[in-house]
């Protein structure tokens, strides 16, 4: 849903100088809305973590962890992430994992989070899914009451398993669906089209949950569309090689689909070689409703305002003008309540009148 704030408002299209700019990025309000809770999983509490649940691990100090950190493709990443993940094992950890995410994103500015959750990769461990559910949610909630940060979950399916995995993972959690709004579709995308989980989506639009998913990341342009027109998606994860699909990018605009884009992610995991050649530029020239997100900010060397601030560092045509349409996108593609929607936006325009750079009308 689009919303509109109460006073006309634009940002001015001057440039900053390099150090402005970043600090603009760094305190402006935002909302970020493609963060894998398991993939924001330090080397720290990894660590910390085996040692309480007295589990032995393949890395025996926090450097040789990070030095394990060197992917050369999704999968290769997918591999150490599911045995980093083994860690958590009681609704401690989960709240412990959930919690250190979102006190640091509350520092980032960060006023809403839509956080993903593999229940898949621990219930398969034999941790059950209300323990994995409670934990992240009383995070969430703590967040809230200490940060006035926004936190809502999205159960993620694994798309390297089977439907009839997702559908048996679907059935046990809604008993809690209290604590998730919608779901999603991670993991390895090659081979794995969207249209293997047409009927576990179709469950869930029967149900009311909003739906997104992965698509266009390493896979091709046609994911994106069988996300949209198979799994009717609300929002496409990733979704940065539309492009080379000209037909799509005009439905991408005409139809306001978010994109959720993680530049760091991309190059960590050579969709890209290096910042500088990423396409956010020509995704918001194409008109495209792109947000800026962290993905699995441990793994791929930072969080949020990292991603903003080295993004526009490597890509010195962004500016004032996309750093506010970046932020507001963020907004406008979550879900939460319109109130809340218009009430951070007319935040996001306070800071940007405060600096200096709007103008009304």
């Known amino acids: 849903m689009t ?12 440039r900053l100088p390099a150090e402005r700019l970043a600090a603009l990025l760094r305190r402006m309000p935002k909302a970020e ?10 080397p720290e509490l990894i660590l910390r973590l085996a040692e309480r649940n007295h589990l032995r ?5 926090v450097d040789a962890l990070r030095a394990a ?11 150490l992430y599911y045995a980093g993940a083994a860690v958590l094992l009681t609704e401690q950890d989960f709240f412990d994992l959930s919690w250190a995410y979102l006190a640091r994103a509350a520092a980032e500015q960060v006023l ?3 956080i993903f959750f593999d229940p898949q990769t621990h219930t398969a461990r034999g941790v059950p899914i209300e323990v994995v559910m409670t934990g992240l949610e009383h995070a969430c909630r703590r967040a809230h009451a200490e940060f006035g940060l926004s936190a809502k979950l999205i159960l993620c399916f694994l798309r390297h398993l089977s439907e009839d995995e997702a559908l048996a993972t679907l059935a046990q959690a809604l008993p809690h669906s209290r604590h998730f709004i919608g779901v999603g579709l991670d993991s390895s995308e090659r081979g794995h089209p969207p249209e293997k989980f047409a009927r576990v989506f179709a469950r869930c639009r029967e149900l009311g949950l909003h739906v997104v998913a992965h698509a266009g990341e390493e896979g091709p342009p046609a994911y994106i569309r069988a996300a949209l027109d198979v799994l009717k998606v609300e929002r496409i994860d990733h979704g940065v090689r539309c492009l080379e699909d000209p037909a799509l990018v005009e439905r991408l605009a005409r139809t306001r689909v978010p994109l959720t884009v993680c530049p760091l992610s991309n190059v960590k995991l050579r969709v890209f070689d290096t910042l500088a050649a990423h396409n956010l ?15 699995d900010p441990a793994y791929f060397g930072g969080y949020l305002n990292r991603n903003f601030v080295d993004t526009f560092a490597a890509l010195p045509q962004l500016g004032v003008s996309h750093a506010y349409r ?36």
């Open 3 to 14: 919303v509109t704030p109460s006073m006309p408002f634009t940002p001015i299209a001057q």
């Open 33 to 42: 809305l493609h963060i894998h809770i398991e993939g924001s999983l330090e």
């Open 57 to 61: 691990l393949a890395w025996p100090s």
């Open 69 to 79: 950190y060197d992917f050369t493709d999704l999968q290769s990443f997918l591999d």
């Open 112 to 114: 809403h989070a839509e």
């Open 281 to 295: 530029p020509a995704l918001l020239d194409a008109g495209l409703v792109a947000t800026v997100n962290s993905d």
């Open 326 to 361: 970046l932020a507001r996108n963020s907004f406008e593609a979550s879900f939460a309540p319109a109130a809340d929607k218009l009430r951070w936006i007319a935040q996001l325009d306070a800071v940007f009148a405060a600096e200096g750079l709007a103008q009304s009308g």
